[in-house]
């Protein structure tokens, strides 16, 4: 094993590949499977997400919890990883294989529990994961240089995940999908952990008790300002992805084939957009890149609304792809200096608890993500794709282009109303 691929970002990033392709062809194509394939209605689709997130709410904080407090000589994360591996891999498989002849309630019992079991392993892999960037990775050059390359790494696997993935569910089916990805997360995620070796001076010390490292992470005015700014923004990301399928079928009037051109537009753009992004923010200061990076994103879903054909839309993607590109990249750095900053004050790195509460809010994303759809499709009368209502084009376009403008207005929003000034740098707001 070569020691300049230890802990290097290039070997790093694979984790973040291997994670995004199966999580992201789920985000994208659950919905689009149960409901409009499968016919289950979007009100007990919502229910489940909703069920889920009640759940999440409990094993999330907990599992960062227990993460920061473990020992062992493989370290506190990787053993965490490398026990979750085929339990997310299986738990996948079964999110896209509900046996045939399911009534309603049958069905919902089965996305209900599959979701559940899916996404509890998925935390546990997001949580450690997500907690040895800030402690491999130190200072804002490197992180900046590190999160470009884990986004670009990223951007690849949303492609796959989102521009392939109708080609291969066309071909074969849904579960064959689920299989193949679940066998190129595994393979990727071993490869990941063989290249991690987690810093000594991160672990075996004593750990705050679980009332008091939650009343110190909690009471982090920067940390909820951030994390609640950038969970609005997460919506949008999952809400595009997962409506684009929508979108080519009742507004671009595209076939299923082309959906996948239509998805490229937008995440070829995003691979080299992250690096002009990376050279945009290391010519200002942190934050600042991160909230310019709210406002392009704001503007770049505007054009979406004005699609109408596959070449419209495939520049409407692209404008996506600028903004999109932005705020992948910069929110590492904001986040990281949050957790920099607690552990010069409690003497513990603490990026367990950090990454898993963080996870929670923005993946309640996934809540506000369903209510959106559920809500609109009220509106106008979209229940599924058997009974699609009188105007399925004007539903998809709210869902695809105002809805995500007022989620990141309100995500900029936010993002200004406290002042991010860290203990070691003078404001610069």
């Given amino acids: 094993m070569k020691k300049k691929w230890i802990n290097s970002p290039y070997t ?32 007990l689709a919502t229910l489940a997400r909703t069920i ?11 599992f960062g919890y227990w993460s920061d407090r473990t020992n062992t000589r493989y370290g506190r994360r990787r053993p965490w990883v490398f026990g979750t591996i085929p339990l997310f891999m299986l738990f996948f498989v079964m999110i896209f294989s509900p046996p045939g002849g399911l009534t309603q309630n049958g069905l919902f019992t089965w996305f209900l529990v599959a979701l559940v079991l899916f996404e509890a392993a998925a935390t546990v892999l997001w949580v450690n994961y997500g ?18 390359i884990q986004q670009g790494y990223q951007v690849v696997a949303l492609l796959i995940a989102s521009a392939l ?3 291969i569910y066309t071909a074969l089916n849904f579960k064959s999908m689920a299989l193949i990805y679940a066998l190129l997360f595994g393979i990727s995620m071993l490869l990941c952990m063989a290249y991690v070796q987690e810093r000594p001076d991160s672990s075996g010390k004593p750990q705050l008790k679980l009332a008091k490292a939650f009343k110190l992470t909690l009471s982090n005015k920067k940390f909820w300002i951030f994390n609640i700014s950038n969970s609005f923004a997460q919506t949008v990301n999952g809400l595009i992805s997962s409506i684009i399928p929508f979108y080519a079928k009742y507004v671009l009037k595209i076939s299923e084939a082309h959906v996948s051109i239509l998805l490229a537009s937008v995440f070829v753009s995003v691979i080299p957009l992250v690096f002009v992004w990376y050279w945009i923010i290391r010519r200002m200061d942190g934050v600042k890149a991160w909230r310019v990076s709210l406002i392009v994103y704001a503007l770049s879903v505007i054009p979406l609304w004005f699609g109408t054909d596959l070449i419209s839309g495939i520049i409407a993607g692209i404008a996506v792809g600028f903004g999109l590109a932005g705020f992948l990249v910069t929110p590492a750095m904001v986040s990281g200096r949050i957790i920099d900053e607690d552990a010069e004050i409690t003497g513990l790195r603490r990026e367990g608890i950090y990454t898993a509460v963080a996870g929670f809010i923005t993946r309640s994303s996934g809540l506000i993500s369903a209510l959106a759809f559920f809500i609109v499709g009220l509106i106008f009368g979209y229940e599924s794709g058997d009974r699609p209502g009188p105007n399925p084009e004007l539903t998809f376009r709210y869902l695809i282009s105002a809805v995500p403008l007022l989620l990141l207005s309100t995500a900029v929003i936010i993002s200004f109303s406290t002042k991010f000034k860290f203990k070691d740098e003078p404001s610069s707001d």
Avoid: C, H
Avoid at 26 to 42: A, D, H, N, T
């Fill in 12 to 43: 790093f990033a694979l984790g973040m590949f291997a994670m995004m392709v199966p999580s992201q062809a789920f985000s994208s194509f659950y919905s689009y499977f149960y409901v409009e394939k499968l016919g289950l209605g979007i009100g």
């Fill in 131 to 148: 907690a040895l960037f800030p402690e491999l990775f130190r200072g804002d050059r490197l992180r900046a240089k590190a999160s470009a």
């Fill in 165 to 167: 993935t109708p080609i």
């Fill in 52 to 62: 889920f997130l009640i759940w999440d709410a409990v094993n999330n904080p907990l």
